[in-house]
């Protein structure tokens, strides 16, 4: 099992264990008091983390670790970007960029999205050093334990930062939930999902279904 401990040293709320199981899992570990993880203490244990997992992100003084995706997750995802990717250059909207890449959303706090969508300056993609952006979409896959985290602590950052679409995408009931900034609730869609963000002469869509029989195998990959 992995622990994370503050810097004074005691287990703090806010730091999510793994726990040995055939399928992702998280364990949230509540504290006697709250310690506030800061960027820098962040950025040290991706510094000093082995490969690219586990994921490591800062919402709001809470640290959230998320193991490695399972296979089949990677698939949705990567299908995914693949079929945004000639829509966005298409429409000359911008790029998509895959985790665990860096949204740099608020200042202070760290974020690593499945996918997300840099908006494109005039026609042509931002320097990569440009990280004063707002994404037109963001993206996660569930697994099994982050959704609470998907669901709730990050999909309020994200409303609350004003991302004009977050896609939830729920592998288990192959849908996918879409928010926006002022939503209440999500709208949950099984067939089609059609996005057209500020500037696109035409829709993007999304066939569920097809997606995700990609994803399984049963249906060619275009």
């Given amino acids: 099992m992995m622990t994370h401990a503050a810097p004074d040293g005691p287990i703090v709320r806010g730091a999510e264990l793994r726990v040995k199981s055939h399928r992702e899992q998280i364990v949230f570990m509540p504290a006697l008091r709250r310690h506030r993880w800061t960027a820098d203490e962040v950025r040290r244990l991706i510094d000093e983390r082995v490969g690219m997992s586990p994921r490591y992100e800062l919402v709001d003084g809470d640290l959230l670790v998320t193991p490695a995706p399972s296979n089949r997750h990677q698939r949705i995802i990567a299908r995914l970007f693949l079929l945004l990717l000639p829509y966005l250059t298409r429409e000359e909207l911008g790029e998509a960029r895959l985790g665990p890449g860096e949204l740099p959303l608020v200042s202070g706090e760290h974020y ?31 697994s099994a334990g982050s959704s609470r985290h998907d669901r709730i602590t990050k999909r309020r950052a994200f409303q609350h930062n004003g991302v004009p679409e977050y896609w939830i995408i729920d592998g288990d009931a192959e849908a996918i939930e879409v928010w926006h900034p002022d939503d209440e609730r999500a709208t949950l869609l099984d067939g089609r999902v059609v996005w057209q963000p500020h500037g696109a002469t035409s829709a993007f869509e999304l066939d569920i279904g097809a997606l995700f029989a990609a994803v399984a195998g049963d249906a060619p990959l275009w």
């Fill in 112 to 142: 690593e999205p499945d996918l997300f969508v840099v908006p494109a300056i005039n026609g042509r993609l931002r320097p990569p050093e440009d990280n004063d952006f707002r994404p037109l979409l963001v993206s996660e896959v569930l």
